[in-house]
């Protein structure tokens, strides 16, 4: 079965870190850019940061640079995305897609984009006391 699955969220107090995985099954992700998106409820969903397929190149929205970081390792299969320095206004379902680096890209500053290959089904991240 193809498919992608988000695991590691749950609640953190501010300041705490969660380190989330994106596992997939059924393909193989070195093929594919990976990217990190999240929404709160009534919010749009956001791009919260990528890694490319290639060079691993990453990219970050502005209001969590300094405090995530995304990695792959191939050999598992998996993408991560630590978070650090968590603060209320990062809980969210955290979900991770892929697809080409291009529309990967592109869906970082596009709410809305499509034309992703796979999602995952979320993982929630709360950031209460």
């Known amino acids: 079965q193809v498919q992608l699955v988000e695991s590691g969220g749950g609640l953190v107090q501010p300041g705490g870190s969660l380190r989330l995985s994106c596992v997939a099954s059924?393909?193989?992700?070195?093929?594919?850019?990976i990217g990190w998106f999240r929404q709160a409820p009534g919010r749009e969903r956001e791009g919260v940061s990528c890694?490319?397929?290639?060079?691993?190149?990453?990219y970050y929205t502005d209001s969590v640079k300094g405090r995530f970081t995304a990695s792959r390792d191939n050999s598992k299969n998996t993408v991560y995305l630590q978070m650090n320095s968590l603060k209320p206004e990062d809980t969210a379902v955290y979900y991770c897609?892929?697809?080409?680096?291009?529309?990967?890209?592109?869906?970082?500053?596009?709410?809305?984009?499509?034309?992703?290959?796979?999602w995952g089904k979320g993982t929630l991240v709360t950031v209460s006391s």
């Open positions: 890694i490319s397929s290639t060079d691993s190149t990453t």
């Open positions: 897609a892929a697809g080409d680096d291009i529309t990967i890209a592109q869906a970082m500053g596009a709410p809305e984009a499509d034309g992703m290959d796979y």
């Open positions: 059924g393909f193989t992700l070195d093929a594919y850019a």
